[in-house]
Nanobody, 125 residues
């Protein structure tokens, strides 16, 4: 079984920064390094949307247009942890943020097999 635990969410003023972390633990024998890691978010009353992904080697990243230039996804395979550095935050970034792991580097939620429970990010104006 693969477990993902997000941390780092909170309340921040517009223009501020937060760094989300996603710690991955596995009992199945699979290693963190084979997974594509992704971040998704869901704002109140809205559907979940893709935010960013990074492939298993860290060579490929992808972002939704609304966060390009502001958010950076990264990973540390030695620590089995993925990160989302969020800068220049805007009120419209307010959402629950979820990390996910899966075998494919595709920006669609159905390709991710494992999900965390989420961490809340609130950006005040």
């Amino acid at each position: 079984q693969v477990q993902l635990v997000e941390s780092g969410g909170g309340l921040v003023q517009a223009g501020g920064s937060l760094r989300l972390s996603c710690a991955v633990s596995e009992r199945s024998g699979r290693t963190f390094s084979i997974f594509t890691m992704g971040w998704f978010r869901q704002a109140p009353g809205k559907e979940r949307e893709f935010v960013a992904l990074i492939d298993w080697r860290g060579n490929r990243t992808d972002y939704v247009d609304s966060v390009k230039g502001r958010f950076t996804i990264s990973r540390d395979n030695a620590k089995s942890t993925a990160y989302l550095q969020m800068n220049s935050l805007k009120p419209e970034d307010t959402a629950d943020y979820y990390c996910a792991a899966g075998p494919l580097a595709a920006a669609v939620s159905r390709t991710f097999n494992f999900w965390g429970r989420g961490t809340q990010v609130t950006v005040s104006s």
